[in-house]
């Protein structure tokens, strides 16, 4: 599948379900392809490319939002580069893929829920800057490898304490990464008031 340098956005369901598209060409100006998105992209809507064959896939610097389950279910995909840029991550974008590691961006201020849930080879999560507060409680449901988070220094909103999500302030623990630690025990910190939802999904800690 060959498409233009200049497509700005590739809309819902665009190549949904394509169970053979592993990759887009490109085509240059000079008339070459490469393999890719459009250096142009700025928006990739609700399930886009859910159930293709995608196996690594960098987003251009232009790409602004990623829609609900735009990369749902591509179990081949194991690593994904976002942009710095980049905006909004919808609901479930790449939930049940193969990603290793996800780094989210600076830029970014909204992830939706299950964004990054059920990836079972997920080990390693870094939120940027800019995510802001209630975001995160459910974006990584059932990732079942996942051992720790690192958080920006200068998030106002959430800080990693030994690889557990809290807020900044530490009155609310907001995801405790289902892959540390197995059949460990945890305390949670002095001051946290509060145990967001789903917090310690999956964590096979004992009494």
Do not use: W
Not at 2 to 20: H, K, L, Q
Not at 37 to 44: E, K, Q, Y
Not at 124 to 152: C, K, N, P, W, Y
Request: with cysteine; net charge negative.
């Amino acid at each position: 599948m060959t498409i233009g340098d200049a497509v700005t956005e590739i809309g819902a369901a665009a190549f949904s379900e394509n169970t053979s598209l592993g990759e887009l060409r490109i085509r240059q100006a000079d008339g070459s392809t490469k393999a890719g998105l459009p250096s142009a992209l700025t928006t990739i809507g609700a399930s886009a490319f859910v159930g293709t064959r995608f196996a690594s896939l960098d987003l251009p610097a232009s790409v602004r939002t990623i829609g609900d389950a735009a990369f749902n279910a591509i179990e081949r995909l194991s690593h994904v580069g976002l942009n710095e840029g980049l905006v909004s991550i919808g609901s479930s974008a790449f939930r049940t893929t193969g990603i290793t590691e996800i780094v989210i961006p600076d830029s970014v201020t909204t992830v939706g829920s299950s964004a990054f849930s059920e990836c079972g080879a997920l080990t390693s999560a870094h939120i940027g800057r800019g995510v802001e507060a209630g975001q995160l409680s459910d974006a990584f449901t059932s990732s079942r490898q996942l051992s720790g988070f690192t958080v920006a220094p200068d998030n106002a909103s959430y800080e990693a304490v030994d690889g557990v999500l809290y807020s900044k302030d530490r009155t609310s623990l907001v995801v405790y990464p289902a892959g540390k630690g197995s059949g460990t025990t945890y305390t949670v910190l002095d001051g946290t008031t509060r145990i967001e939802s789903g917090a310690f999904n999956s964590a096979p800690l004992k009494g």
